[in-house]
């Protein structure tokens, strides 16, 4: 009885979302066009990615207190391969999602190995100079497989055809809506699990745990592998949605505004995780459409300029997060754990 | 006269209750020796009273409340510490240890010097190269150098050989002369030496206060409250 | 021969400008333990105010119009970064979390608004002809900038040196880095100091930003954010706190980017640095002066 009140929530808000792209419904301010639209769904879905993708953070950071600032190096792995498998080697597509899942397991079992021999802040530094070793490696085009600065587009013709044109984007939504409850009921699944328990006694004393025997490392390297496998699986949707890799996702300002939308949304729930995911990529898409909008455009200057840049705005939005609403921010105990400052 | 007035206070770090609602006065000119066994909150009083850990409760010195005030301005009111690891600073010299200590127009070099001479040839030596009774020397210099109305002394005497011991104590025997004093001691002996009154700490709380002579005196009491003997 | 002499200058010049940055963020964080990630925004507001004032002296020759813009950039940078310690660290202190969090928003907004009023694009900014030609030097032709930021770096290391040494201030730094809590014990206002480290590092890094628009020879918007985390790198790989550490490490850092880009294939030198990153920490995690990391 308990198990199904406690699904209840999740599953009815999980059939509404599904429900969305038949629903003729127009949302001013919230939305430009109404909700059935591939406009609007394009977003909706580029907004599913982006909560699942903070969900899978929030696994590594908030629940396991590991201050990763590379974990966008894993959602990129799953952008760059997809469309470099797809377009450069011409292999199908499954083989070339299979590949691109296939690195997301592999490749941060390595590093995390290889990271997480250190703690605190030297842990940090190393998941930040791998993620800047991919970055550097994008925007170098080795054998011209990356396309550089410019990116690289998919080749649809390889692609199924449900995902392949605009009038298909309510194909993408539902895809991106799996890829976020997908992540939801594993992460809220391995929470609750014994390895779940011992990352939260991780994170909390480490020392702790040691005593009782146990190796954190080997707790660490899982929870590590697992939240980067599922930012790759991230990373394979996005790239569907988008229709092609761009260095953006190798930045590593994309790597701080995850820490952004963590924060925002409340560390240690995954819930609010997947909203503060949610509310950023509306916030920075919907600010960057206002700039333009008629509304702004007619303000003083001094206002529209930096008001026209998202960036802006949600910084100073953060900073104003950070001093005015415990609430987020109550659970960044973790950060200072996770960085042994004094 | 109390130098010290202490009322209700309260520490809790983490999850635990550590002071629950100490309350004890120090008498002005004598040695006070805050006593108990191990881990029962002897040094987390102290490092309440400077306010170095967040505390609730009332902390006058002087008449003057404290409570809310930040560390350094308790400090300037006429507070000296002397911490439970000397807490010197490894990479300045002795001489800029003393020298960072200053607060008054007129440090009182002379009287550190006579009591410590030895600090004076180490001045240019960087203090982390220093014995554990020279760092406990320029531990207790620092807090010397300045005219204050009570200082915080915390396990002095704590990992030094019995020689060192027995010169900690006459130094603190003459500092009482010259300050009050509240101490935090383990060493019985000492606490014999220079300690006029005595409050002994349980589990976060006051459990006795009294002339420290008598509570040494009695066997008994001694064993029960503070494990040995 | 002549290939490796500009190599090595300009290695060192590099590493030069990496100091600037880095010595700002190893005494920030060693004494306050704030990992500043609005040290980048120090760097471009430094870059931009130069230019700005620059652009607003044409009349004048070029020497003077260089001089007064570069001043301008180093004020600019300084009290920018003293107010963002007084008005958005200090209300936070001891709470070391939101600090960074703080930081890491206001480096997000401010090149923003960099970019908002002045666009993506990197503007031409006007200086000396002499620091665009070429010295030779043992045969190799090493352009002058270099000399200049190799010659910054230096001051700026020994009068940091000095001053720590040498006043009051840099005492309580000096003890501060070591313990914080013990020096307020001491009856000193920390806080000052922390405006003041705040302060040094924002001059610091707007004369990396000033020296680097000489070397780039323009202003860009998106340089501080790239430099930021080769110097974060070059800070923990010389170890948090110690600066020493960080010239000698941002020596290594510029000197390997340089050779590996030439001698092995370009690109590889930013690579590099990264492995040595890796390999360092794997070594020895607090840094290679062994400051607490």
Known sequence: MRLVRALALPVAVLVVLALVPKLAVDLPYVFQDSLNTPGTLQLLALCLVFGGLAMTYDLLFGFTGLLSFGHALYFAVGVYLVAISLTKWHWSFAEGLLFAALVGIVLPAIFGAVSLRVGGIAFAMVTLAFAQAGSILAFKNPFGWTGGEEGLGTDYTKLPSAFVGIFNTENLYWLALGYAALVFVIVRFAVGSSPGRIWQAIRENELRVEVLGLRPYGYKLICFVLASFLATLGGIVYVLLEGGATTDVTSANFTLTLLVMVVIGGTGTTWGAFLGGVLYTWANQRLGDASSSHAVSSLPGVLRTPLGQPLFVLGVLFILVVFFLPGGIARAGRLRRALRLS | MNVLAVRDLHVHLGESHILQGIEFDVREGGVTALLGRNGVGKTTTLRALLGLVDRRGSISLAGEELAATATHRIVRRGVGYVPEDRDVFAGLTVEENLRLAERDAEPRYDLVYDLFPELKERARQPAGTLSGGQQQMVAIARALLNENRVLLVDEPTKGLAPLLVTQVADVLARVAELTTVLLVEQNLGVVQRVAHDAVVLDTGRVVHVGPARELLADRAMVHRMLGVG | ?293
């Open chain 3, 1 to 293: 021969m002549s290939t490796f002499v500009l190599l090595t200058i300009t290695g060192l010049g590099l590493g030069a400008l990496y100091f600037l940055i880095a010595s700002g963020l190893s005494l920030i964080y060693g004494l306050m333990g704030v990992l500043n990630f609005a040290h980048g925004a120090f760097l471009t507001v430094g870059a931009f105010a130069m230019w700005f004032v620059e652009s607003k002296l044409g009349g004048l020759s070029t020497l003077p119009r260089f001089l007064v813009g570069a001043l301008a950039g180093l004020v600019v940078g300084g009290v920018f970064a003293a107010l963002v310690e007084l008005v958005l660290i200090r209300p936070l202190y001891r709470r070391h979390v939101e600090q960074v969090l703080v930081t890491v928003g206001l480096g997000l907004a401010t090149t923003a608004l960099v970019v908002a009023i002045w666009g993506n694009d990197a503007r031409p900014v006007a200086y000396p002809s002499w620091l665009g030609r070429t010295s030779t030097v043992f045969g190799a032709h090493v352009p002058n900038d270099r000399f200049v930021l190799i010659v910054a770096a230096l001051l700026v290391l020994g009068g940091l040196t000095a001053f720590l040494r040498g006043t009051r201030y840099g005492l309580i730094i000096r003890a501060g880095v070591e313990n914080r809590a013990m020096v307020t014990a001491l009856g000193i206002d920390v806080r000052k100091a922390f405006t003041l480290v705040f302060a040094i590092g924002g001059v610091a890094a707007a004369l990396a930003g000033v020296l680097g628009n000489v070397y780039f020879t323009t202003a860009d918007p998106n340089r501080g954010t790239s430099l930021l985390i080769f110097a974060f790198i070059v800070v923990v790989i010389g170890g948090l706190g110690s600066l020493r550490g960080t010239a000698v490490s941002a020596v290594v850092v510029g000197l390997v980017q340089q050779y590996a880009n030439y001698y092995a294939s370009s690109g590889l030198g930013d690579l590099s640095v990264v492995l040595l990153l890796g390999l360092v920490l794997l070594a020895r995690p607090r840094g290679l002066s062994g400051s607490l990391a």
